[in-house]
């Protein structure tokens, strides 16, 4: 009933930009936090950047000052530019979101995940 979907990773040389989007979509009713979170092979999945509606963010101190983390609320959107990216920034990038959601006749609130996205930092 409600679907996140990334766009935006691929191939970039090290010192370059990405900027990822994620859409929440489907029987929405309201998004809360939204957040990107990364994962390699072999270890846990971190965070990378969150955001509130109110535009509250943090960061994980790895990507301070080099990724920012924006949405669009009314396109239930959230977005995060990369810069100065380096090779240990090569991860599959998620994103999240706390969403209400239409179930039939009631409304209900759940974390949902994006399918993921590839980011390889690499000459």
């Known amino acids: 009933q409600v679907q996140l979907v990334e766009s935006g990773g691929g191939l970039v040389q090290p010192g370059g930009s990405l900027r990822l989007s994620c859409a929440a979509s489907g029987r929405v009713y309201n998004v809360y936090g939204m957040g990107w979170y990364r994962q390699v092979p072999g270890k846990q999945r971190e965070l990378v950047a969150a955001s509130t509606s109110g535009g509250v963010t943090n960061y994980a101190d790895s990507v301070e000052g080099r990724f920012t983390i924006t949405r669009h609320n009314a396109k239930n959107m959230v977005y995060l530019q990369m810069n100065s990216l380096k090779p240990e920034d090569t991860a599959v990038y998620y994103c999240?979101?706390?969403?209400?959601?239409?179930?039939?006749?009631?409304?209900?609130?759940?974390?949902?995940w994006g399918q993921g996205t590839q980011v390889t930092v690499s000459s």
């Open positions: 999240n979101a706390d969403i209400a959601y239409y179930s039939g006749i009631y409304s209900r609130r759940s974390d949902f």
